[in-house]
């Protein structure tokens, strides 16, 4: 009995896990092609939380990423953080700030309207 709804509530988790994989991967693309349209289905028609979620965490996630992978290997290579890695820490400040910039200035125009 139990192992019938294990089973059966790994099957739904599957499921879902493919359509928001889906449905992220559509919304990414149309975000890069036609931004204004995009993002005005995703936020104002839809209304999809959980993609508004998915994209705005893959838009940081790189950033995150990377700072932790390097605060981790450079305590465990070093012991401390080197002076030099904050040139790398402004590059990928810049970069994300460019990405949400992009993000934040098409949901600016949307709102706009």
Known sequence: M???RV????ELMFL???RQSWKLICNLYNIIREP?????KLIIKDKDKS??????LMAIMP???YISARIVWDNYNYGYIPASVGKIFLIIFV???MILGYLGFWIWKIFRK
């Open 2 to 4: 139990i192992k019938k």
């Open 7 to 10: 089973k059966k509530i790994g």
């Open 16 to 18: 879902i896990t493919i």
């Open 36 to 40: 204004f349209l995009a993002l005005k």
């Open 51 to 56: 993609q508004i979620f998915l994209v705005g």
């Open 63 to 65: 950033a995150i990423f």
């Open 95 to 97: 970069i994300e700030i």
